[in-house]
């Protein structure tokens, strides 16, 4: 039984169509927003919860940042990069992103909240959102060359 609740848990946290949940937000130059309001214009986006102690979590966004405008110009897409780091850490993150030269929407959510109404339990993890704003994969970790996947779902989106 608790198995089965645990992956009943497992499903609902990662069904796909899923909505973003209505969580106030602020970027890294102090503007609040609703994440339940977060799109591109009708394109997909990724959605990437990181910390700046997590050291997969900044190789896969240093990746990601590599390939970022090709990603972009083929696509359309976008990436938005939602710090996990505690209220103490919440002021090295931009100037972490300034200096590795992020082309990134950047967010602090300092204490958790849409982290855990997105269902996240362990970092990096990665959503991919479609253009009408449902959650359509994800997935938690990193492995070099993983980033490809994404790159290769938002194709299918926009195709």
């Excluded at 130059?29 to 214009?41: E, F, I, R, V, W």
């Excluded at 950047?106 to 479609?130: E, H, Q, S, T, Y």
Aim: aromatic residues 8%.
């Amino acid at each position: 039984m608790k198995k089965y609740l645990i992956l009943l848990g497992m499903l609902f946290t990662l069904s796909c169509n899923a909505q973003l949940p209505s969580i106030s937000l602020k970027d890294i130059n102090g503007k609040s927003l609703n994440t339940a309001m977060l799109n591109n214009d009708g394109k997909p986006f990724i959605i990437s919860f990181f910390a700046i102690w997590c050291k997969p979590c900044l190789r896969e966004l240093k990746a990601i940042q590599d390939v970022y405008n090709e990603w972009q110009d083929e696509t359309g897409m976008k990436l938005i990069a939602i710090s996990v780091d505690e209220a103490q850490n919440s002021a090295k993150v931009k100037p972490m992103a300034d200096r590795l030269g992020w082309d990134y929407d950047v967010l602090l959510d300092p204490n958790g909240d849409f982290k855990r109404a997105m269902g996240v339990n362990m970092i990096p993890a990665v959503f991919i959102v479609d253009g009408d704003g449902k959650i359509v994969d994800s997935r938690t970790g990193y492995t070099d060359g993983s980033e490809e996947h994404l790159i290769e779902k938002i194709r299918e989106l926009v195709n």
